[in-house]
């Protein structure tokens, strides 16, 4: 099938190589322009970019799809495209009506989660924030709504209850292939049976900002663990910044008279939490330091029972 990809992150990658390899024609793919970063401010590609060069697939950065001559520009490339299917997978940009209405299958999109559960940025992150069981990917027919067009197939998969964001993500990037390619297969064989979503079971991920990963230890241990495999959590010790990148929930066999937030096992740098559990932090970087075990920093530095973080 003539396909154009429509995609930006490490996320999109793996849907990508699959349809360079699985035998469809992709005539071209879609991405964010570069970003500038690192000290010396060097231009760098998107991941999706990186990958089509590697298989030599024109490459196309507009800065908007629905406003200015570059979206005007875009429109005319798509149409000399002339894509059976548009894919698109965390590409970034809204598309309007007239590229959705384009390619005679549609255009489909690759969304991180079981719909209408987690619509919108940041599914993966929060369904460990809100720890969730179970997640998946689903494919779905693209409408002018966030997410909100016809479910076509979808793939569930347990979350462990140890596991970060980012091991998910890794996870469900590679599902997120596999269901395309079965998606498109069902296309060609004329065999999907669209299944409108029911707002009513619909939630949003909204985006993920910096002030949420801030640890207020009066909270229950399991929702602090939460957010650091979620987004990473900080706090402070001594005075100094202390990101936690690990952690475990631990019962907690003595330490009942100590504040929330206080150190209740040195050896192990277990921390009281607001429902009497405890909070071991396994993965840290204190300030001006690299990220480490905590075993490691123990090591070099010497706990006192009840000392209080986040003051």
Same mark, same amino acid.
């Given at each position: 099938m003539r396909i154009v990809f429509m995609g930006t992150p490490d996320f999109a990658v793996p849907c990508l190589r699959a349809l360079?390899? =699985? @035998?469809?024609? *992709?005539? @071209? *793919?879609?991405? /964010?322009p570069d970003k500038p970063k690192g000290r010396g401010y060097k231009m760098i590609p998107t991941p999706v970019k990186a990958a089509a060069l590697e298989y030599g697939i024109p490459v196309y950065q507009p800065l908007s799809l629905r406003k200015g001559e570059d979206a005007m520009i875009c429109m005319e490339t798509l149409r000399t495209l002339n894509p059976e299917l548009i894919v698109v997978v965390a590409y970034g940009q809204i598309l309007p009506k007239e590229i959705l209405e384009?390619?005679?299958?549609?255009?489909?999109?690759?969304?991180? !989660?079981?719909? $209408?559960?987690y619509r919108g940025a940041a599914p993966i992150q929060w369904s460990v924030l809100n720890g969730e069981a179970k997640t998946g990917v689903t494919s779905m027919l693209m409408a002018e709504g966030l997410d909100t067009g016809d479910m076509l197939l979808r793939a569930e998969? #347990?979350? @462990? =209850? +140890? #596991? !970060?964001? +980012? !091991?998910?993500? +890794?996870?469900? !990037?590679?599902?997120?292939?596999?269901v395309l390619l079965d998606t498109i297969e069902a296309i060609e064989k004329g065999t999907l049976r669209p299944e409108p979503q029911d707002d009513a079971l619909s939630?949003?991920? *909204?985006?993920?900002t910096k002030d949420m990963s801030a640890l207020d230890f009066s909270k $229950?241990?399991? /929702?602090?663990?939460n957010i650091i495999r979620g987004i990473t959590g900080f706090t402070t010790l001594e005075g100094k910044r202390l990101k936690v990148y690990a952690s475990q929930v631990a019962a907690l066999s003595n330490g009942a008279e100590l504040a929330n937030g206080a150190v209740a096992d040195a050896e192990h740098f277990v921390i009281k939490c607001g429902d009497g559990m405890g909070l071991r932090l396994t993965e840290i970087q204190p300030e001006g330091k690299k990220r480490m075990k905590t075993e490691d920093f123990l090591r070099g530095k010497k706990l006192e029972k009840g000392i209080v973080l986040g003051q």
């Open positions: 360079a390899e =699985g @035998g469809h024609e *992709v005539a @071209g *793919v879609f991405t /964010q384009l390619p005679k299958h549609h255009c489909i999109n690759i969304h991180a !989660s079981l719909l $209408p559960a998969t #347990e979350i @462990g =209850g +140890d #596991e !970060s964001a +980012d !091991s998910l993500h +890794d996870r469900l !990037s590679e599902m997120g292939a596999r939630s949003y991920a *909204v985006r993920i $229950p241990a399991q /929702q602090l663990h």
